[in-house]
C-alpha cells in the first residue's frame, strides 16, 4: 500500500456528513411519521411548495395536502424496497390544478421523508423521450476505454456540463481521470490522479449506496432542517436524500478547483465502487430531478456494460488458465517432478504475464530464470512469506517496501507476483519485474492533500491543483488485475498438476 505522510485520516472519514441537518435549497423536505403527522419540515417548505405556511411538526400532513395526493405519496412510499430504496413522483400535485413537482419518497429510521422540487412538464417529456436513444449509442463500444469516450461525451451532451470524466479508482483507492469531454478551452485533465484522501470512506460509502450526487452551486447556504433530530432522538438520516446539504470542506475542495456545481454519478460494478462520472460547471447549474434520473439510468447501463466486459475478459482468463493447465500436464506427464518445469512454465507465462525472471521452489528444490534473487536470497524470504495469508496470491510493485529481507536483491528483482503451490507453505512460483522508473501526474501535491487550517481547528482540502509530478523509484511496472486473476487461475492450475503427479506416482509405486 502507498502512503504520502502520515496525516490523521479520522477528521475526514468521521465527519457524519449524512446527519447534516440541512438541505440545499433547490428544494424542499417534509417528514412524517406512521400516521403521517409532520416531523421535520426545512425552514423553505412554504417558499418552495406554495404555501402559506409552513408545515409544522405533530400536524397532520393531511392539513396541508389533498387526501388524493397523500394516497399518492403513500403509494410511491409502499412500493420502496431494498432494491429501490427511494421512489420518485413526476408531475405531483397537492391539490387538483395545483403546481407540478418531482418528488423523491423514502424511509429513514422510523419516518419518511418526502423531498420536493419543481416540475416542468416540458422538459420532463423531453428526458423519458431521450433514454432509449441514448442507450443505443452505447451499444456496440467495444472495451472500457471507448465506452468510458463515448459515455463522458453523452453525458455531457445531456447535462450541458462544461467538463465531465470518467474517473476510475485504482487499487489503492486514488483515482484517474481516464477519459474526459470538455469545454473548449478548458485545460485537460486527462491522466491526472487525485489521492484517495480526496473522497473520505464515509463518503464513498454512502455514493455506493446512493449513487447520485449534486452540488447545483457551491455558494447557496444550506436550508436547516426543523427540528433537526428525528422522533428517535437522533439526528435526522439522509442517507438517501437527494436534497442533503453538502459538505463545508468539500466545498471548500470545489471552490479551490473553480467549480461553481458539481454532478457525480456513481459506477457501481458487482457491488463495489469501480469510479464515477465527475462533472464541473464553473458558474452554479441545476439538473431537473427528471434529467438526473435519466443520467443515473445511463450510469446504471454504462456498470452492466463494464460488467459484461469483465465477465467477457473473466471467461477469456478461465479458458487461458484451462489451456496453461492442459499443455503442463501433457509436457509434464513424462516427469512427476514440478522442480524441473521451471523453464516449460516461465515460458508458457511469458506470453501472459510478462516478467523478467522466475524462482520455482518445490519439494525443496530451488531453481531460477533471468532476473530472479539467488537461492540463499530467496530462502531468506521465506520465514516472512510462511506468515502471508495462505493460498492467495501476493502482487507487489516494490516488495523491499514489505521486506527488509528483499532489499539485497531489489537492484534486479522490485517486484513480485508470489504465488504459492501449496497448503504447508513451503511450495512457490515467483514471477519477478524489474525496477522500472515511473512518473505519475497527480492533480496537486499528493503530500500536501490535507493541510490544517490556519486555526488548527480541521483539516482542509489543499489550495493548489496544479500537475504535480512524482518520480517512482525502486518500483516495477504494476502487476495489473486481469494478470493477478491470472495467476489466481494458474494457482488453481497448477495445484491440481501437482496433485495428479503424485497420485500417478503413489499409483506407480503401489
Ligand atoms: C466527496 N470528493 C467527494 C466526492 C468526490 C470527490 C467525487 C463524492 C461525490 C460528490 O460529493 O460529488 C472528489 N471530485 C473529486 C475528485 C475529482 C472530482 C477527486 O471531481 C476529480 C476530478 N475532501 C478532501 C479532504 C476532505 C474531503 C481533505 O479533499 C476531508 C477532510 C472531504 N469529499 C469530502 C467529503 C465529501 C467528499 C466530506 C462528501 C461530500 C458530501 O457528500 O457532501
Redesign the pocket.
Known amino acids: 500500500n502507498w502512503s504520502y505522510g502520515n496525516w490523521d485520516l479520522t477528521?475526514?472519514d468521521r465527519?457524519p456528513?449524512h446527519q447534516i441537518g440541512h438541505i440545499q435549497p433547490f428544494g424542499a423536505l417534509v417528514a412524517v411519521d406512521s400516521d403521517w403527522s409532520v416531523t421535520n419540515r426545512s425552514a423553505n417548505s412554504s417558499e418552495v411548495l406554495g404555501l402559506d405556511r409552513n408545515p409544522e411538526p405533530g400536524q397532520p400532513l393531511a392539513e396541508h395536502f389533498s387526501d388524493a395526493a397523500i394516497d399518492r405519496l403513500k403509494g410511491a412510499l409502499a412500493r420502496t424496497n431494498e432494491s429501490t430504496p427511494v421512489e420518485r413522483v413526476f408531475g405531483f400535485r397537492f391539490e387538483p390544478d395545483g403546481t407540478q413537482f418531482d418528488v423523491a419518497v423514502h424511509r429513514s429510521g422510523p419516518v419518511a421523508i418526502m423531498e420536493f422540487e419543481p416540475h416542468d412538464d416540458a422538459e420532463y417529456a423531453n428526458h423519458v423521450a431521450m433514454v432509449a436513444p441514448l442507450i443505443t449509442q452505447l451499444e456496440g463500444v467495444q472495451g472500457i476505454d471507448a465506452l468510458c469516450e463515448r459515455a463522458a461525451q453523452l453525458i455531457k451532451e445531456l447535462t450541458g456540463f462544461d467538463r465531465v470524466?470518467a474517473?476510475r479508482f485504482h487499487p489503492d483507492e486514488s483515482?484517474e481521470?481516464i477519459a474526459e469531454a470538455r469545454k473548449e478551452g478548458l485545460e485537460p485533465?486527462l491522466g491526472l490522479r487525485?489521492p484517495r484522501?480526496?473522497?473520505?470512506q464515509q463518503?464513498r460509502e454512502?455514493?455506493r449506496r446512493n449513487r447520485f450526487?449534486i452540488?447545483s452551486d457551491t455558494s447557496d447556504a444550506p436550508v436547516a432542517i426543523e427540528p433537526p433530530v428525528s422522533p428517535d432522538g437522533e439526528p435526522l438520516d439522509l442517507s438517501m436524500s437527494v436534497l442533503?446539504a453538502?459538505?463545508e470542506?468539500?466545498v471548500e475542495?470545489l471552490r479551490n478547483m473553480g467549480v461553481a456545481a458539481?454532478l457525480?454519478i456513481a459506477v457501481v460494478v458487482k457491488g463495489k465502487l469501480w469510479g464515477?462520472f465527475?462533472c464541473?460547471h464553473d458558474s452554479p447549474r441545476h439538473v431537473p430531478y427528471s434529467l438526473r434520473t435519466v443520467a443515473e439510468m445511463f450510469s446504471q447501463v454504462f456498470s452492466l456494460m463494464i460488467d459484461r466486459n469483465s465477465i467477457d475478459s473473466n471467461e477469456q482468463l478461465r479458458t487461458r488458465g484451462r489451456n496453461l493447465r492442459d499443455q503442463l500436464m501433457v509436457q509434464l506427464a513424462g516427469d512427476t517432478r514440478l522442480a524441473k518445469s521451471l523453464p516449460l512454465i516461465d515460458e508458457v507465462l511469458a506470453e501472459v504475464i510478462p516478467h523478467d525472471g522466475a524462482s520455482l521452489l518445490a519439494d525443496d528444490v530451488y531453481s531460477a530464470r533471468g532476473s530472479a534473487p539467488l537461492e540463499n536470497e530467496f530462502r531468506a524470504l521465506l520465514p516472512a512469506l510462511s506468515d502471508a495469508p495462505a493460498g492467495k496470491v501476493i502482487a507487489t510493485d516494490c516488495i523491499a517496501g514489505q521486506l527488509k529481507s528483499a532489499e539485497a536483491f531489489s537492484d534486479r528483482a522490485a517486484g513480485a507476483l508470489i504465488i504459492p503451490l501449496s497448503r504447508k507453505q513451503s511450495d512457490y512460483l515467483v514471477l519477478w519485474r524489474k525496477e522500472l522508473p515511473q512518473k505519475v501526474t497527480w492533480?496537486g501535491n499528493p503530500e500536501e492533500?490535507?493541510l490544517k487550517s490556519p486555526d488548527g481547528a480541521r483539516?482542509t482540502?489543499r489550495k493548489s491543483f496544479e500537475a504535480w509530478s512524482e518520480e517512482l523509484s525502486g518500483r516495477s511496472q504494476q502487476w495489473s488485475e486481469e494478470e493477478i486473476e491470472t495467476a489466481e487461475s494458474l494457482r488453481v492450475s497448477l495445484i491440481e498438476v501437482i496433485l495428479r503427479l503424485t497420485d500417478e506416482a503413489l499409483n506407480v509405486r503401489s
Open positions: 477528521d475526514c465527519e456528513i470524466m474517473y483515482g481521470v485533465y487525485y484522501t480526496d473522497i473520505p463518503a454512502l455514493f450526487r452540488i442533503r453538502q459538505s470542506i468539500h475542495y458539481s457525480s464515477l465527475a464541473h492533480a492533500a490535507m483539516l482540502p
